[in-house]
């Protein structure tokens, strides 16, 4: 072959390579490759796509945090009343039980016999808790136990559906086990105990499709909307929990989160209640949403809605900082936390902890590693300085990765805030 010819035959095939490797923003660093579940109206099928997730921003010391924080005495004679509040949050489950129950067991949410531990107050699951595994009806009557458990105990289980949630209501069955439908006894009866049956209503009732978690009890229960005329140094002290991303051109943003909730509970009333239920694709063609569907539901359920974006997880890390700080503004947060976008190593903090990616794997149907996300606050008062009303406070959030073999911290804001809490 003449030389220049040669030179052409590689010149061209690197330079395509290198093009397509910008066009994803991933030509800078090591992938990891894996099926991603792709939402059935993509051009491209996402198992194209490399998985890449930049290492995490701050990581410090793990060891320095033990689970109790020494309670200040403020020696003023005033308020010595530490106010605290724990949150463990986990993501995908996917199918596997002993993993999940490793997981919980960890981070100190249940005790060795799978029982809420009362170790914490708020246990929050990011959704994805069915499909590749076959666990899905003991996953979901274990987290309606733990629910009940908790209640009892001043505890809370926040629940949140996942893509694959949507999916198997929609009758998307592209990612169930044969051996998963064989745990309901047929397909038949799989498609009715999520229509209508035990979990179809535990997801109505018990699941939403985002959340708003105050760290202090001033901002409301779980799910208060956020008021911005609310004028309070604690007014964004919450974060969020969402399973795919909270997008910034998101439409239907705020209310947060009473708007992404009601859409949601409108489209699930009208997926469960399709008579006949469309037969499950495949083999049957994938079905979609309901005719009666509103612009708004199809949406929600878009590549860029709160189920499906992966942004937060796949933009480079100046891109996604960029716009974070907007939407922890719209949604009165200081933080989102999320799943659906695995790393298998670790949990991934990007932009100083302002995002969160909790999804590790944790299903032996990927072997990433166990891990949970602890979120640890605490409002300690400070002794009062001469002339002043207000009170003062130290406000304290540690955010700590926990895997079976260490802790990693990945975030602390300490600041001094002034109120009457
Ligand atoms: C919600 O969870 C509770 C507590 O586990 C359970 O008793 C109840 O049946 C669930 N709600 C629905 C509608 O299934």
Known sequence: MPRVLTFFAILVPVVAVFLVCRSFDVAAHLQLSWPLASHPDSPVDDAQFHVDVPSAGVASDSGILGHGIVVAETGDGGAKHQFRRRIVAVGDLHGDLPNAHKVLQMAGVVDETGQWSGGVDFFVQTGDIIDRGDDTIKLYDWMDQLRGEAKAKGGVVLSHLGNHEWMNVIGDWRYVHASEIHTFGSAQERQKMLMTGRIGKTWAGNYTTTSRLPLHPSLGPPNTDYDPSLLSSLSHAAVSFVHGGLAPNYPDLTPFPSRINNLGHTLLRKLQHRNPPPAPHPPNPYPGLPHDATPAEHRLYGTDGPLWYRGWALDSEAKACKAVDDVLQRTGTRRMIMGHTPDFEKIVSRCNGKIII?????SHAYGGVLSA????????????????????????????????????????SEQDVVGDF
Do not use: N
């Open 358 to 362: 909790i999804d590790t794997g944790i």
């Open 373 to 412: 996300l602890s979120i640890d606050y605490t409002l300690t008062p400070l002794p009062k300085t001469e002339g002043s009303g207000e009170k003062q406070w130290r406000e304290r959030e540690v955010v700590t990765a926990l895997y079976m073999d260490r802790q990693d911290v990945l975030a602390i």
